[in-house]
């Protein structure tokens, strides 16, 4: 089957709209001679005369009158997916949004965006979920339309990223804790006892990899699936927690934290979504109330 011509149908708009032939012309700006063509490619195309001479004049067939009001729609519902996109009006935006976000992230930015999003778009909605890995599925079926997390060789080659802000690992004890007095040397960290975030059953971490040179060993005593579960089990403990600083900031409210006593990596923590919600205005909206947020919060913990 012969793909149909879509531009027959503005072509059928105009003339079912004029009744005539050489006024369709000028309004198309085409000659009537051409216009007199496109209404035999019409006629043959639908297998109907659709307007026959009446006098001077044409007429609309029975089966123009019935086609009349669906093409017109068809025409305005096309033009109004190909003009440019209209300015987003916050207050009358209805929409929920789904945020796929690594642990701590909500408890630490969450409050912060709520309030800015509620105060701007009143009618948006924010669903966080929580982020058990790296795989960029979610974002491809638009299941999520935000993530954030450090992009690793999971993440899909065609997902945008931008880094929200840089991190770097402290460690955390309660107040009364030893750790809490004195010169905090790599030997005096690695003798305490640790608790480990562990997603994928591994029992260390580069910070072992770090202290190994040294001649030391930390001693973990129990593992949590994310950093606020580190951090409560630290809260009423002598465990010792080692997380990301910024992006644990007010979780570690009350608690003493610490420069670790070797080198530990960078982190850049990113927001990813999908490159085909890139010139959605709303979802634009969006990342930037996130990016300013975690930029204002991530700068007043330096």
């Not at 931008?162 to 991190?167: M, Y």
């Not at 530990?264 to 085909?276: G, Q, T």
């Amino acid at each position: 089957m012969s793909k149909p011509d879509l531009n027959l149908l503005l072509t059928l708009d105009v003339l079912l709209a004029e009744g005539n032939v050489a006024r369709a012309a000028e309004r198309l700006h085409l000659s009537p001679s051409a216009m007199s063509r496109s209404l035999a490619r019409l006629r043959d195309t639908t297998g109907d005369p659709l307007l026959v001479r009446a006098g001077r004049g044409l007429v609309p067939t029975p089966r123009a009158i019935r086609l009349r009001e669906q093409v017109g729609q068809l025409v305005q519902d096309a033009q109004a997916v190909l003009r440019p996109a209209e300015k987003l009006d916050l207050g009358q935006l209805a929409r929920t949004f789904t945020l796929r976000v690594s642990d701590g992230f909500a408890e630490n930015f969450g409050p912060a965006l709520i309030a800015r999003v509620r105060q701007e778009a009143p009618l948006v909605r924010l669903r966080f979920v929580q982020k058990l890995d790296k795989d960029s599925g979610l974002l491809r079926d638009g299941m999520v339309d935000l993530e954030t997390g450090v992009v690793g060789e999971q993440t899909g080659p065609e997902v945008r990223a931008r880094i929200l802000f840089r991190d770097r690992f402290v460690g955390v004890v309660r107040k009364e804790h030893a750790l809490s007095q004195g010169e905090i040397t790599a030997s005096r960290y690695a003798s305490g006892q640790h608790v480990l975030v562990s997603r994928r059953s591994m029992d260390r971490g580069p910070l072992d990899e770090a202290l190994k040179p040294l001649g030391l060993e930390r001693e973990i005593v129990t593992f949590a699936g994310g950093f606020s579960g580190a951090l409560a089990f630290a809260r009423s403990t002598d465990l010792i927690a080692t997380v990301p600083e910024r992006h644990t900031g007010n979780l570690r409210s009350g608690m003493f934290s610490f420069k670790l006593p070797v080198a530990s990596p960078e982190l850049a923590v990113s927001m990813l979504w999908h490159p085909r919600m890139d010139a959605d205005m709303a979802h634009r909206w969006l990342r930037g109330c996130l990016l300013e947020i975690c930029t204002a919060q991530a700068n007043g913990c330096e």
